[in-house]
């Protein structure tokens, strides 16, 4: 409920002050931000309350979504209040909404809801500072308006990931078999999305990746991996790629060391990424 209310983590001028607030709602930044900002806030209200016959249809909406986008729990800063709120029926009724996987995404019809009744808004301010102030009046509130609205959702300075590979895998693509590459430690957004940008230089398969959504039994092959040769020559794979950035030294250095127990021969080790065959 409070992500509502706090500015986004991205914003130019509090984010970096919001962010640990975010933390606590037991989410990632993404999902939670549902800030719907003052100035469109109020906007919007005085855009319903002088237009209730055309917007009561966009006002229930608003409504009705932002209910489903509290999820099965009710929280408020990450502390469960209630259980059973529509959205958990509403799931057991029309599967279909599952789909949606997140339920804060539900938010985004609050969002147009929002963003039409505020157009009503201003629309009456237009009308009344025109009627006081004249066109060059009403053009300049318009102005203010739109600088506030630009002043509450601004993101900060975009941090941007250096688009690069270990040197590793230009020698790894050189190798004319097919066979997949297991990166270790599976999981992770960020660690899946820079295993498939290493995978656009070695060319082999993977079996780690960033996907939104996978058919049923195939996120559980990690569980049924067995690192031994004979298994990995048995299913089309030949290497393992530990990735010491994602890991604690301690599972770094275990790892290694258990692999080359299991049979596993050693390729290259730039000490960020290691790679070893399987056969």
Do not use: C
Not at 128 to 154: N, T
């Amino acid at each position: 409920l409070a992500s509502f209310v706090l500015p986004p983590p991205y914003h130019w001028l509090v984010g970096e002050r919001v962010t640990p607030l975010y933390k606590r709602l037991g989410t990632n930044d993404w999902e939670a931000t549902h800030y719907v900002g003052v100035t469109v806030g109020l906007l919007a209200l005085y855009g319903w309350w002088r237009n209730r016959r055309d917007l009561n249809f966009w006002f229930g909406t608003g409504v009705f979504f932002t209910v489903l986008s509290f999820g099965p729990v009710l929280r408020i800063w990450g502390h469960a209040i209630g259980n059973y709120w529509p959205y958990y029926w509403l799931v057991q009724k029309v599967p279909i909404i599952q789909m949606a996987k997140t339920a804060g995404r539900f938010s985004i019809f609050l969002v147009a809801a929002l963003a039409i009744a505020a157009a009503f808004g201003v629309r009456e301010l237009l009308t009344r500072w025109q009627w006081r102030w004249g066109a060059r009046g009403a053009s300049f509130g318009l102005l203010i308006v739109a600088g506030l609205i630009v002043f509450e959702f601004a993101p900060g300075p975009a941090s941007l990931t250096p688009v690069s590979a270990p040197a590793l895998y230009y020698e790894i693509a050189k190798d004319t078999d097919e066979g997949a590459i297991v990166d270790v430690p599976a999981g992770g957004w960020l660690a899946s999305e820079r295993y498939m940008l290493y995978q656009t230089i070695h060319g082999k398969p993977i079996t780690v990746g960033a996907v939104s959504r996978a058919k049923f039994g195939e996120l559980n092959f990690s569980e049924e991996l067995q690192y031994t040769p004979e298994f990995f020559k048995e299913h089309g794979l030949k290497y393992v790629a530990l990735h010491k950035q994602y890991m604690s030294n301690k599972d770094w250095l275990q790892w290694q060391g258990w692999l080359v127990e299991k049979g596993f021969t050693l390729v290259v080790n730039d000490g960020q990424v290691a790679i070893y065959r399987a056969y």
